[in-house]
C-alpha cells in the first residue's frame, strides 16, 4: 500500500507552516529592533529613549500606527506559528493512526486517543464507505473504528499499489476546523493593515 496521501499532505502543511513561521519570526524580530532604532533616533541623535518615547506617546496618529503596525506583524506571525502547531497536531494523531497502529488487537492507550479524534472519525469514515474492506467486516456506522481498523490491516496486506487508484487514503484531506482558524487570524491581519492605510490616507 502507498504511503497515505493526507499523510503526506499533513507532511507537506506542517513543513510549509514551519518555514513560513520561521520567516515570519526573523522578520518581526527585525522590525521591531528597525522601530525602536529608528524612533530613538539611532547613534547621530542625542535625545534619550525616554525622551523619544514621550514625544511618541503625546502623538495620537503616531502612536496609533505604531501600535496597529505592531499588531497586523503579531498576527502575521500568529497566523503561520497556529498554523504550523495545529498542523503538527493532526499529523501527529494520522501518524498513530497509520504507523504506530499495530492493527493487532486493541489500541494503546495513545492510538485509541487518535482514532477517537477529529482526524481519526475522518480516516474512519473514509475506510469504511470505500468498499474495500475485508470479507465479512462491515462497519455499524460510518466512523466505526474496529471496521476501519480492519480495512487498513486489510489494505497493508495487499502488494504495493503503484499509482494509488485503489488506495482509499490516497488522496489529501483538508481539516477544516484548521482552515477556519488560520484564516480568521488572516483576516484580523488583513483588518489591522486597512486599517493602517486608512490612517496614513486621513493624516496626509
Known amino acids: 500500500m502507498v504511503k497515505p496521501g493526507i499523510l503526506e499532505n499533513a507532511d507537506r502543511s506542517v513543513h510549509d507552516y514551519t518555514t513560513q513561521a520561521s520567516a515570519i519570526a526573523r522578520s518581526l524580530a527585525l522590525a521591531v529592533v528597525a522601530i525602536v532604532w529608528l524612533f530613538a533616533g539611532g547613534p547621530s541623535n542625542s535625545s534619550s529613549f525616554t525622551v523619544t518615547v514621550r514625544s511618541i506617546s503625546h502623538d495620537e496618529w503616531l502612536l496609533t500606527s ?3 503596525a505592531l499588531f497586523a506583524l503579531t498576527l502575521d506571525a500568529v497566523q503561520y506559528l497556529l498554523g504550523a502547531f495545529l498542523w503538527t497536531v493532526w499529523k501527529s494523531q494520522l501518524v498513530r493512526m497509520l504507523v504506530r ?3 493487532e488487537g486493541p489500541p494503546d492507550t495513545t492510538v485509541a486517543k487518535a482514532w477517537n479524534s477529529r482526524a481519526g472519525k475522518r480516516v474512519a469514515r473514509i475506510l469504511n464507505t470505500s ?3 475485508p470479507p465479512g467486516v462491515t462497519a455499524a456506522h460510518d466512523e466505526d473504528v474496529e471496521a476501519a481498523r480492519a480495512t487498513l490491516r486489510h489494505l497493508k496486506s495487499l ?3 503503484s499509482d494509488g487508484s485503489s488506495d482509499p487514503l ?3 484531506i483538508f481539516p477544516g476546523s484548521i482552515d477556519a482558524i488560520v484564516s ?3 483576516w484580523l491581519k488583513l483588518l489591522a493593515l486597512v486599517s493602517l492605510l486608512i490612517q496614513v490616507c486621513i493624516s496626509t
Open 101 to 103: 497502529d499495530k492493527l
Open 184 to 186: 480568521l487570524v488572516f
Open 66 to 68: 505604531l501600535v496597529t
Open 170 to 172: 490516497a488522496h489529501p
Open 159 to 161: 502488494p504495493t499499489l
Open 131 to 133: 468498499g474495500q474492506g
